[in-house]
């Protein structure tokens, strides 16, 4: 899919993130490879639960069974900006 054409906001919003930003937002789903997180200042995602997305490795550096063990729906959190996913038009975190 063609996000800069499909979703000209959210392609905007992607290329205004620098690395080290720190972004906050609200846990939107939890899946068994990673969170999505709906971001304050982002819009919405077209057909994902959030633009933001922090994979397994990056919710804790302890050791953890499911990301329900560090997160949950809901749940604020503050997460740095880490780069963008242009083939999913995601903020990774």
């Known amino acids: 899919m063609d996000w800069r054409s499909e979703s000209p906001e959210l392609w905007a919003f992607l290329e205004s993130l620098h690395c080290g930003d720190i972004l906050s937002g609200t846990v939107s789903a ?4 990673g969170v999505f997180v ?9 057909t994902l639960p959030g633009v933001g997305f922090p994979g397994i490795p990056e919710l ?4 953890f069974d499911h990301p329900t ?3 949950q ?3 604020r959190v503050e997460c740095e900006f880490t ?3 242009t083939h999913n038009a995601e ?3």
């Open 30 to 33: 939890i899946e068994r490879f």
């Open 38 to 46: 709906a971001l304050d200042d982002g819009p919405g995602h077209p």
């Open 60 to 63: 804790s550096w302890r050791r």
């Open 69 to 71: 063990d560090v997160v």
């Open 73 to 75: 729906v809901g749940q």
């Open 83 to 85: 780069g963008s996913d």
């Open 91 to 93: 903020a990774r975190l």
